[in-house]
């Protein structure tokens, strides 16, 4: 195992000293809980919109923490979900007495705890809402999930549903626009090379020098299939086509199109893929409204990449357009 | 070789197309001179920023390209420089009767390249003037260099000397600043595994399971000592220390911290390479003013992560912080 690290059992705490100690304008890090909350938290009269989930998965959820979207994260150990108090005292340090919004991956630890939280939350008076984001399209159950997994729908609902909060909306109005995010979104992976979790020490998983994952999840759980090494324009195709296809993308719609890298994977490779899913999309006449291309939500130093398409409407542009100031993602401030 | 590409030859030309695709908003991509240019190019009256170099160190230059950086890139073959005639029809598209600027990191071919280009600009009454990057602390030569080479400087100088460009300043404030950073600037890298150049095929380099390159170049190319791997936080000492003493830096004086990854690198683990920088700067009473943390100048795939402090002043803040709106780097706009 080749990592810059200092000992397994110390990277995620180790991290979030990095994170503070580079970022102390734009977020606090709270050790003893494990959280990581905006500067100026809690912000009165605003929603708390919360997240959070294994760690692992960097910038997600810690790195969109401040103004216009997260107002806190809470990262678990490596591909583990956040404990109960921990994800409480997220909602308790972001509560400005408008209620707190979670943005829950669908993973079943992680919607367990994220709902024994908000639990605990409602018994303390705090007004709660919740969104699970189950976007994958590559398989119906797998090894941490019951149902879709929520992978990169993720990454643009909290930025777009951490918009409409920032501009003062309800917590109603908050859960409204994060459902419809959800239900427009579908993606799907795939991997060229496993992750090492560093307690494990061991790959994943292996994969021949030939062969790739395709459908592949965010800890290296199995995709739809184990296939021969393609190039890019047909690993795309295995890609997009079942997004489109799930989500009835028509001529004449318009997409968010995010091409997401895993962690191992080259920015020059991602805009090949990001070349190959733009000729597919105009060949279906679907015009590419807003786009991200970068490692967003990873799976430690894995080596592959992710689609996601959001099939928007003029509401989510318009925060998806608004102003961001969070380590991973800053415009407009 | 496991690389999301669809052939060695058309690396470079189709993640151009891909960032013309994802990116119409900010650039123009010129294909046939293979050249990258900010949409709204020439612009009147205001000094060309022009850099380039050899593709493979993404985001770097091109998803520089923007309002507030570049004006144009023109990327040569993976790691290979540009020719005379990309650079100058570079010059030339920026060129809006302010001269034109160039940023030249210190590789042989590509200063030669370079001024090569300026001499036929200046042949067509184009006012030239250039800064050549050298703040590499790890070797005085190299396979690809007389002197030190260019490395993590240049992208903070692309940002601040773009800054200062856009605010209307003439070609030699321009000038005078860029020698300024440079001077105040140093770097060093190191690699745990080798990139693989997709026309070869093969690791540039060998590194055993337990072995790491303390110096590398951007390119593979070696650097000061290979060692055995060691925690991340003797691995800063050993990046951090030289730099800090070849810079002079002293107690009291502020710098901005940029942690660099070389490709294959993920977040969290440059994130604990940014806690021990600031855990080494903080015993030594330097204070970080600004921070960089992720993967802006990199070598392929290469596992590993560079360091780059450069000591600040007054008017290098104001333009590290002035909006900047391009693929990469985004605040303020």
């Known amino acids: 195992m080749k990592k810059l690290i200092n ?16 970022h102390p304008e734009l977020i606090r890090v709270d050790l003893e809980n494990q959280i990581i909350v905006r500067a100026d938290a809690p912000v009165r009269g605003k929603v708390g919109v919360v997240s959070g989930g294994g ?19 809470c990262p678990g150990a490596i591909f583990t979900s956040p404990v109960p108090d921990q994800i409480l005292a997220a909602m308790r340090a972001v509560n400005g007495g408008a209620g707190v919004f979670q943005i829950i991956k669908n993973y079943t630890g992680d919607v367990l705890n994220f709902e ?25 159950d797998s090894l941490y999930t019951a149902g879709r997994r929520g992978v990169g729908v993720t990454v643009l609902l909290e930025k777009i549903v951490g918009g409409l909060a920032e501009s003062g909306a309800s917590l109603e109005q908050v859960a409204a ?12 992976g795939m991997a060229l090379t496993s992750c090492t979790v560093p307690a494990k020490g061991t790959p994943t998983f292996d994969l021949g020098e030939d062969e790739m994952e ?28 079942p997004i489109i296809e799930d989500l009835g ?13 895993m962690g191992g994977t080259p920015l020059i490779e991602l805009y090949i893929v990001a070349r190959e899913l733009a000729r597919i999309l105009k060949g279906r006449n679907i015009t590419i409204a807003r786009s991200l291309v970068g490692s967003y939500i990873t799976s430690l130093e894995m080596a592959g990449c992710s689609i996601t398409l959001l099939r928007v409407d003029d509401e989510m542009l318009r925060y998806w357009d608004a102003p961001v100031l969070t380590p991973a993602l800053r415009w407009g401030i």
């Open 116 to 140: 024994m939280a908000a639990e605990l939350a409602q018994a303390e008076g705090i007004e709660v809402a919740s969104v699970i984001t189950n976007d994958d399209v590559a398989v119906e």
């Open 214 to 241: 395709i459908g592949i999840g965010i800890h290296g759980e199995p995709g739809r299939r184990r296939v021969k090494l393609a190039p890019a324009a047909d690993i795309v195709e295995m890609l997009a086509n």
């Open 55 to 73: 760690s692992g998965h960097e910038p997600m959820h810690g790195g969109f923490v401040g103004r216009g979207m997260l107002d806190a994260a």
């Open 249 to 261: 993308l028509k001529a004449g719609e318009r997409v968010l199109a995010f091409v997401n890298g």
């Open 7 to 22: 000992s397994p059992e110390t990277v995620v705490k180790e991290a979030l000293e990095g994170m503070a100690a580079m």
């Open 177 to 188: 626009l994060a459902k419809r995010v959800n239900e427009q979104g579908r993606s799907m």
